[in-house]
C-alpha cells in the first residue's frame, strides 16, 4: 500500500515562472517530509524538509508547505531555472519506523 | 571520496546467476539503508542496519536477498538465484547519528539487470 502519493507524473514550466510539485500521504504519523531531487545515472539528493509541526519551511528559491489536515504537502520552485529539470521525489519519515517511504516521483522540465 | 560509494555502477547477469552488490557509506554514518528502485517508481525500502545488525529486513522481497555489514561499515547485498523481476536500480543510503530529519544520503546506484 503506498503510503505517499505523488499523482503527477511530469510537470512542465517555462523558466522563470513557479513550478508546483505536490505530494499525498495517508499516514498521520509521519514526522517529517522531505523532498529529495535526482538527476539521471544519480543517487537521490536531499532539498529540503519539513517537520510535521510546521506548516512551511523555505530555503532560498525552494519552499514546502505542509496542510495536515488534508494529508498534502507541496514544494514550490520559484524562479524556475532549467537547471531545475530533474525527478523530484516526495519522502516521509517516522521514527519508530527509521524508514523513508517514497513517492514515486514527478519528472519536472524548465523549459528555457 | 566524501560520499556513499556503490559497486559495481551496472551489473548485467543471467538469470540464476548470484550476485553481490557493495556499499561503502559515509565515514561515521551508523545507519545503513538499502532500496530498490524500479522504472518509474520511487525508492522502496529494502533493509536497514544500526551498526553491524540488521535492524529491519522487512523490505527484503524473499529469502533470495540477504545483505550483511560485518564490520559496521562496508555492506554487501547478495541475491541469489537472480530474476529478471529483480532488474532495477539498488540504492544504498548512509545516515550519520543523531538525525532527527530521517535525512539519507544516497549513493549512485548499482544498476543490476538479470538477461
Known amino acids: 500500500d503506498q503510503q505517499v502519493k505523488q499523482n503527477s507524473p511530469s510537470l512542465s514550466v517555462q523558466e522563470g515562472r513557479i513550478s508546483i510539485l505536490n505530494c499525498d500521504y495517508t499516514?498521520?504519523?509521519?514526522?517529517?517530509f522531505l523532498w529529495y531531487k535526482k538527476y539521471p545515472a544519480e543517487g537521490p539528493t536531499f532539498l529540503i524538509s519539513?517537520?510535521?509541526?510546521?506548516d512551511k519551511n523555505e530555503d532560498g528559491r525552494f519552499t514546502v508547505f505542509l496542510n495536515k489536515s488534508a494529508k498534502h504537502l507541496s514544494l514550490h520552485i520559484v524562479p524556475s531555472q532549467p537547471g531545475d529539470s530533474a525527478v523530484y521525489f516526495c519522502?516521509?519519515?517516522?521514527?519508530?519506523?527509521?524508514?523513508?517511504?517514497f513517492g514515486t516521483g514527478t519528472r519536472l522540465t524548465v523549459i528555457p | 571520496g566524501a560520499g556513499v560509494s556503490q559497486t559495481p555502477s551496472n551489473k548485467v547477469t543471467e538469470k540464476g546467476k548470484y550476485v553481490e552488490l557493495r556499499c561503502d557509506p559515509i565515514?561515521?554514518?551508523?545507519?545503513l539503508y538499502w532500496y530498490r528502485q524500479s522504472l518509474g517508481q520511487g525508492p522502496e525500502f529494502l533493509i536497514y542496519?544500526?551498526?553491524?545488525?540488521?535492524?529491519?529486513d522487512s523490505g527484503l522481497p524473499n529469502d533470495r536477498f540477504f545483505a550483511v555489514r560485518p564490520e559496521g561499515s562496508v555492506s554487501t547485498l547478495k541475491i541469489q538465484r537472480t530474476e529478471r523481476g529483480d532488474s532495477a536500480v539498488y540504492l544504498c543510503?548512509?545516515?550519520?547519528?543523531?538525525?532527527?530529519?530521517?535525512?539519507?544520503?544516497f549513493g549512485e546506484g548499482s544498476r543490476l539487470t538479470v538477461l
Open positions: 543510503a548512509s545516515r550519520p547519528p543523531g538525525t532527527v530529519t530521517g535525512e539519507l544520503f
Open positions: 519522502a516521509a519519515f517516522q521514527a519508530g519506523a527509521n524508514n523513508l517511504f
Open positions: 499516514n498521520s504519523m509521519f514526522d517529517y
Open positions: 519539513i517537520s510535521s509541526i510546521k
Open positions: 542496519f544500526q551498526g553491524t545488525g540488521a535492524a529491519d
Open positions: 565515514s561515521g554514518h551508523t545507519a
